[in-house]
């Protein structure tokens, strides 16, 4: 059964660094599409990060240069390092995974079937 279950959220004031966690389970991170997104109040849900199941990663350009998607095989946990937070960066962040298909490939469907709770990340000014 696939689970994944994000935590590291919290509150921060501008500039900081945050590192979210994905724990997964009932499928090996180390091979499969998985992703970051992110939903604001009133605003649509926008993808920050993926990392395909042959390493390969993609950052939206608002992220670019301050966030790292990772993974940690042997903990089967999805990471994303955030820097130099911006209060914009404020949102509900929720982990995603395709664990069916594209095993080992470079592809990332744009829709991602199974989703964790979210964790909230909060940046002040």
């Known amino acids: 059964q696939v689970q994944l279950v994000e935590s590291g959220g919290g509150s921060v004031q501008a500039g900081g660094s945050l590192r979210l966690s994905c724990a997964a389970s009932g499928f090996p991170v180390s091979n499969y599409c998985m992703g970051w997104f992110r939903q604001a109040p009133g605003k649509e849900r926008e993808g920050v990060a993926t990392i395909a199941g042959d390493g390969s990663t993609s950052y939206a350009d608002s992220v670019k240069g301050r966030f790292t998607i990772s993974r940690d095989n042997s903990e089967n946990t999805l990471y994303l390092q955030m820097s130099s937070l911006k209060p914009e960066d404020t949102a509900m962040y929720y982990c995603?995974?395709?664990?069916?298909?594209?095993?080992?490939?470079?592809?990332?469907?744009?829709?991602?079937?199974?989703w964790g709770q979210g964790t909230q990340v909060t940046v002040s000014s």
């Open positions: 995603a995974a395709e664990p069916r298909w594209f095993s080992g490939t470079r592809y990332c469907p744009k829709e991602l079937p199974y």
